[in-house]
C-alpha cells in the first residue's frame, strides 16, 4: 500500500498516468494469480483521499474511478470523484457525481457536502440558478451553525452575481369577506327617502353581503438584471399572479338561497394579473442615496375575463437621515382602461415614509399617503389620504419576529349613484407579522399574517368587516 501510494504521489506525464490507471483497474479485475497488490476498498479509497491531499486530482479520479466500477452507488467513492472532477475543471460531470452522491447519501454529513459540491460544479459554468438551489439543499444539511453561515455567505456572493432573481409563493389563508361584500343586511340606496323624509331601507341579499371563503394564490415573479456598473443597474421585471375562492359550506347554502338558478361561485371572484416593465436603480452623487424609477405594464382578469389594462410610471427616492433613520419618498401616475366599458381611470399617489431604528428597542416607521383616483366611472372617483403607523421589535420573542403596522384612511367620493350622492368611507386596519426564526426548511422561514379591517362608510352598502390570515414564506439569507 506504501509503495502504491508511493507510486501514485510522484509519477507524472501522460504515460506514467496511463500505468496508474491500469494497475488500479486491475486491481480487482486481473485473475487472482495475476495481482501484484491486493488491496481493500478501504486502501482504495485512503488511496484517492491521499491522491487529492497531494492535489493530484487526476490519481484521485483513478482511484474513484476503480471504487465506482465495482460499487457504483457508494456514496464516498462518489464524493471523491465529485471533488476530483472540480479540481480536474471537469464540472459537466462533477455536478453528474454529485447528484449521484446526494441520492445515495447514507446520512445528512453526505447530503451536505454533495450539495455544496453540486452548487460549486453549477457555480464555476456560471449556472447560478441551479447553484443557488443546491446552496438551499446544502443549508437544510448543514451538520453546525458554522457551516450554515458558511452556505449563506456563498449563497450571497452568487445572488450579487446572479442577473435573474425568481420569486415564488404560493398559500391556502381563510378570509371572512372573499367578496368585498357588505357588514351590514340592509342599507339606504340612491338617496331615496320617504314620505316623511326618512331614508328608504332596502334590503341586501346575501350575495352583497359578506362571504366567507378560502383563498388559493399563487405567483411568480422574475427580475432580470440587464446591465449594471458603480452607480447604476438596469432590470427588466416579469410577474404572474392569482387567486381563486372557496366558499365555505354556509356562504355556499347563502348563495344558492339569493339564485337557485344560477348560484355565486368561489371562482366568480378569481382573478388574475400578468405584468412586465423595467426599473432602473442609479445613484446621483456618494452621499444622494438610491433613486428607483419604473415603468410597467399589466392586464387583469375577473372571474376568467379580460377586466382591465395598467400603465404605470414610479419614482423613489431614499435618504438616510443618520445611522439609524431614513426617509423615503415615492409616487406614482398609473393610467387604468376597463376593457369591456372602455372606461378610464387617472391615478396620481404620492408617500413618504420615515423609519427610525432604536437599539435594543426596535424599528419605528410613520407613513403618509395622498392619491387622486380621478375616474370616468363616479363609483370610483375619490380622493383619499392614508397614515400608516409601524413597529418591528429588535429582538425575536420566543423565536418569532413580529411586525405590526396600523393604519388609518379616509376617501372622499363626489358623487355616487347607489349613495345618492356623496360618500365618505373610514377605513382602519391592524395587521401582524410573525417569522418565525427558529423553524426553517431548505432556506425558508414560515410567515404567519393575520389582518383585521373595518371600513364604516356613509352609505351601509359599503361598510366592510373582514379578518384574513396568510401564510407565506421567506428567505432566510
Known amino acids: 500500500m506504501g509503495l502504491l501510494r508511493h507510486v501514485l504521489r510522484h509519477l507524472n506525464g501522460p504515460q506514467n498516468f496511463a500505468k496508474i490507471t491500469t494497475l488500479v483497474a486491475a486491481l480487482w479485475a486481473a485473475p487472482l494469480h495475476a495481482q501484484v497488490l491486493n488491496l481493500t476498498p478501504n486502501q482504495v479509497r485512503a488511496l484517492a483521499v491521499a491522491a487529492l491531499e497531494n492535489e493530484r486530482p487526476d490519481q484521485a479520479a483513478v482511484a474513484s474511478d476503480a471504487l465506482l466500477k465495482r460499487f457504483p452507488d457508494d456514496p464516498s467513492a462518489l464524493l471523491l470523484r465529485t471533488e476530483s472532477a472540480i479540481l480536474l475543471g471537469d464540472f459537466a460531470n462533477a455536478a453528474s457525481f454529485g447528484k449521484r452522491a446526494f441520492w445515495n447519501a447514507s446520512n445528512d454529513i453526505q447530503r451536505f457536502n454533495a450539495a455544496r459540491l453540486i452548487a460549486l460544479s453549477h457555480a464555476r459554468q456560471t449556472q447560478d440558478s441551479r447553484a443557488q438551489l443546491w446552496l438551499r439543499a446544502a443549508r437544510q444539511f448543514a451538520p453546525n451553525e458554522a457551516a450554515s453561515e458558511s452556505v449563506a455567505r456563498d449563497f450571497q456572493e452568487i445572488r450579487r452575481r446572479n442577473p435573474l432573481s425568481v420569486s415564488l409563493r404560493f398559500g391556502v389563508t381563510p378570509s371572512t369577506n372573499i367578496n368585498g361584500g357588505s357588514s351590514s ?196 372617483d375619490f380622493d383619499t389620504v392614508r397614515y400608516r403607523l409601524g413597529f418591528s421589535p429588535a429582538d425575536p420573542f420566543f423565536g418569532v419576529n413580529f411586525g405590526f403596522n396600523l393604519s388609518y384612511e379616509e376617501r372622499e367620493f363626489e358623487n355616487v349613484a347607489l349613495a345618492g350622492g356623496k360618500r365618505r368611507d373610514e377605513i382602519t386596519s391592524l395587521s401582524v407579522r410573525a417569522v418565525l426564526s427558529d423553524v426553517e426548511f431548505f432556506g425558508f422561514r414560515p410567515v404567519l399574517t393575520a389582518e383585521r379591517t373595518r371600513q364604516e362608510s356613509t352609505t351601509a352598502l359599503f361598510d366592510r368587516d373582514f379578518t384574513e390570515f396568510g401564510f407565506d414564506i421567506v428567505s432566510s439569507f
Open 185 to 380: 343586511d340592509e342599507s339606504n340606496l340612491f338617496g331615496l327617502v320617504d314620505q316623511n323624509g326618512n331614508p328608504f331601507i332596502f334590503q341586501l341579499d346575501e350575495v352583497a353581503q359578506a362571504l366567507s371563503g378560502w383563498e388559493i394564490s399563487g405567483s411568480v415573479n422574475l427580475r432580470y438584471r440587464l446591465r449594471t456598473d458603480q452607480t447604476s443597474a438596469t432590470f427588466l421585471d416579469f410577474g404572474l399572479n392569482g387567486q381563486t375562492y372557496k366558499l365555505t359550506g354556509s356562504s355556499e347554502d347563502r348563495a344558492e338561497s339569493a339564485d337557485p338558478d344560477d348560484p355565486v361561485t368561489g371562482s366568480d371572484f378569481s382573478s388574475a394579473t400578468l405584468s412586465f416593465g423595467v426599473s432602473h436603480r442609479f445613484v446621483l452623487s456618494p452621499d444622494a442615496g438610491i433613486t428607483e424609477a419604473g415603468l410597467s405594464f399589466a392586464q387583469t382578469w375577473r372571474g376568467g375575463e379580460k377586466n382591465r389594462r395598467f400603465a404605470t410610471a414610479s419614482l423613489s427616492h431614499t435618504w438616510t437621515v443618520f445611522d439609524t433613520d431614513s426617509f423615503t419618498l415615492s409616487g406614482f401616475s398609473q393610467k387604468q382602461e376597463r376593457i369591456e366599458t372602455g372606461d378610464q381611470t387617472q391615478i396620481f399617489d404620492v408617500s413618504a415614509t420615515y423609519s427610525t431604528r432604536i437599539d435594543d428597542i426596535g424599528t419605528f416607521s410613520f407613513g403618509l399617503g395622498l392619491r387622486d383616483n380621478a375616474a370616468e366611472d363616479e363609483a370610483e
